[in-house]
């Protein structure tokens, strides 16, 4: 494992290090068996459960809400960690994806929503990366243009939160 993040009693929360994407955090219970893993978003402030493997008994609901939460409360050591381990080979998991943009007012100066039925008018992201000093993510388009954004400002969509 590439190393852990944090504890929540007895469920370590770590990134593992020949992990794949999407960018995910594993959580597992030392005493209980089971593993969990939690998927997040680079771009908006988003995380869920997708993943579970039980060995042992199963966790109460309120076990994985309290992980859940503790993510949502890590989150920018979470994105950091799947960027400093997995960032080279893997990106964040958004390149050959569809990004649309509009303008808005404050922030960023434009909304970029990475849908999972994107517009004709959306552009192709070439590549992604992560700068966890500032918490910006780049994004390279098909037609030449880097969009710089706040992490958690913006949307991506998929199919398993």
Known sequence: MAGTLFWIDAVQVFIAAEDHP?????????GEGWVARFRFSFLSDVSGLYRFRRRGRKPTDGTLNRVAEAIMENLAACRESWWNTHG?????????????????EGGDRFLAKVALNPSKAAALIVSAAYD???GKVALTLDDGRVLVLTAGRHIEEAKEW
Request: zero cysteines.
């Open 132 to 134: 966890p000093g500032n």
């Open 22 to 30: 999407p960018p995910h955090v594993h959580a597992f219970h030392t």
């Open 88 to 104: 080279s080979r893997h990106e964040i998991n958004l390149a050959n994806r569809r990004v649309e943009v509009r303008p808005i």
